[in-house]
């Protein structure tokens, strides 16, 4: 399970479309039935309508037939405008998310440059999350 992703992750890095900030993200998702997803960051010239590397795989996941509940694990790597890699966390919206499409039970792993790992429950990240039951 050790560095499960990072060389896949360092690849995607490449996808990344990041012209504004210089931030580079990838994640790669895997899903309860062993299904993986991968997802970029791809920034826009209005910036707001940038998209999150994580949503962008979980979206792509749901795309693909998984429903709410079937995210198992998110793998996160970023690179800054120097080159550098570095360890990110996923941001509010993202939490928000992937606490939904897991079923609030998603394994979070965020890489370093040296490929170590930050491991982190969704529920952790994301404490009484809004999972939409009481809508
Ligand atoms: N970004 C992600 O893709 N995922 C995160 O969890 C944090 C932020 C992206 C959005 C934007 O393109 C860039 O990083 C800087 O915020």
Known sequence: MSKQYYQELIELLDQSYAPY???????IIVCKNGDVFKGVNV???????TICAER???HT??????????????????RND???????????SCRQVIAEQ????AIVYCYNELGEVAEHSIAELLPHAFLG???
């Not at 120097?82 to 996923?90: D, N």
């Not at 897991?102 to 039970?105: F, P």
């Open 21 to 27: 900030s210089g931030f580079n993200v990838a994640s």
């Open 43 to 49: 920034e826009s010239a209005a910036y707001p309508t």
């Open 56 to 58: 962008n795989a979980i």
């Open 61 to 78: 996941a749901v795309t693909n037939g998984s429903k709410k509940g079937d995210v198992q694990a998110v793998y996160i790597l970023a």
């Open 82 to 92: 120097t080159g550098g890699l570095i360890r990110a966390f996923p941001c509010g």
């Open 102 to 105: 897991s079923g609030n039970d």
């Open 133 to 135: 039951d009481e809508l």
